[in-house]
């Protein structure tokens, strides 16, 4: 019960303080509330501006990039801060379909990022001597291991797509060979993280198309003879923990072990392994591990079923690869056994 003496001090302060407070909290909060719902919009919007101005017959948004390819209009345009989407048009200086702007192929939309240069000489120039002038779109379509999306597409009478395939890494063109051609390298994501190598440490082979016979074709085998030097040179500088290696697999261990408890071989094994077999030398990656395998170590067999299986269902670019190198150089497949029991060698966790 409220003492006498106080009632009348609070009648007092409800007359008046709480008519002016009510009014005012109203008031923020529905500032609060607009100002959440303004951010939301906003958002949504720049998310998907393109969709929403074509949906309405509006003019498309202001291009950061637009360039001639052959008859065709390459438009980018920003979308929010760091990313933006990639048109295709004709020849117009607008975009026009059926009656609207923006796409006239929509299925050359994708994403570009500002910071990777998309200037017209990285865009649009002749890069298999076809005549015809190449645009390449990509799009990031998310991963640990940044994987993207890669169109690669001729500018001829009807667009033509030369290449369309998943990445783990910007695709470079270059000319490798000195044909006067570019081919089109990226990078190969199956082994990362396995044996326990963080993703920094994790061997990525590279991945080579070559232009032949009018279309791109995986072709990696075709240039190890250009990068066998660079394969040895980044063996040699596991020498020290191929070493330690050794002697930590001459230590007696607990009676009863399995393979899976001995030590495992330094990522500097199977990265060399990986480019043997993706430049086209398979045998060499096998002759490899009975070369460095310390004999006190009986985990080789268990090892290279694992690899064997993280390199077939892993691996994007493996089968292609395989057809591309010689028979009697391919990764061997006899004696090719199913997983092991245990996942000491074939974890994908950090």
Not at 78 to 85: A, K, L, S, T
Not at 115 to 138: K, L, M
Not at 288 to 300: H, I, S, Y
Request: hydrophobic share 40%; with cysteine; aromatic share 16%.
């Amino acid at each position: 019960m409220i003492p006498d003496g106080y009632i009348a001090p609070l009648a007092k302060w409800e007359r008046t303080w709480r008519p002016r407070s009510i009014p005012h909290l109203h008031f923020y909060v529905l500032l609060a509330a607009a100002a959440f719902l303004s951010a939301i919009s906003f958002f949504v919007f720049k998310e998907y501006e393109s969709e929403i101005r074509e949906a309405l017959g509006l003019a498309p948004p202001p291009d950061v990039l637009s360039f001639d390819v052959g008859k065709y209009r390459v438009t980018l345009v920003r979308q929010f801060f760091n990313g933006g989407e990639a048109f295709v048009s004709g020849s117009r200086t607008h975009w026009q379909k059926d009656g609207f702007h923006f796409l006239a192929h929509e299925f050359t939309k994708g994403t570009f990022f500002p910071h990777a240069p998309p200037t017209s000489r990285v865009w649009s120039r002749d890069i298999n001597g076809d005549g015809f002038e190449e645009f390449v779109i990509y799009d990031d379509v998310g991963g640990n291991a940044g994987v993207c999306h890669f169109w690669v597409f001729s500018a001829q009478s009807e667009l033509k797509t030369l290449l369309d395939i998943d990445a783990p890494a910007y695709l470079t063109l270059a000319d490798e060979d000195g044909d006067g051609d570019f081919e089109l390298s990226t990078l190969e994501d199956g082994f990362v993280y396995w044996g326990y190598a963080s993703h920094a440490a994790s061997p990525m082979p590279r991945a080579i198309y070559k232009w032949k016979s009018g279309r791109y074709v995986l072709s990696t085998p075709d240039f190890y003879a250009r990068y066998a030097d660079s394969i040895a040179e980044t063996f040699a500088k596991g020498k020290v923990d191929f070493d330690k290696w050794r002697e930590d697999s001459a230590r007696p261990v607990e009676e009863g072990a399995s393979p899976a408890d001995y030590p495992f071989p330094p990522v500097y094994l199977w990265t060399a392994m990986l480019d043997y077999v993706y430049f086209g030398e398979g045998m060499k990656a096998r002759q490899l591990v009975d070369d460095v395998w310390p004999a006190g170590n009986p985990g080789k067999e268990e090892f290279l079923k694992s690899f064997d299986r993280c390199l077939r269902s892993q691996c994007r670019f493996w089968k292609e690869t395989n057809e591309a190198t010689l028979p009697e150089k391919r990764w061997p497949t006899s004696g090719r056994a199913p997983a092991p029991s245990f996942e000491h060698y074939s974890t994908h966790e950090e």
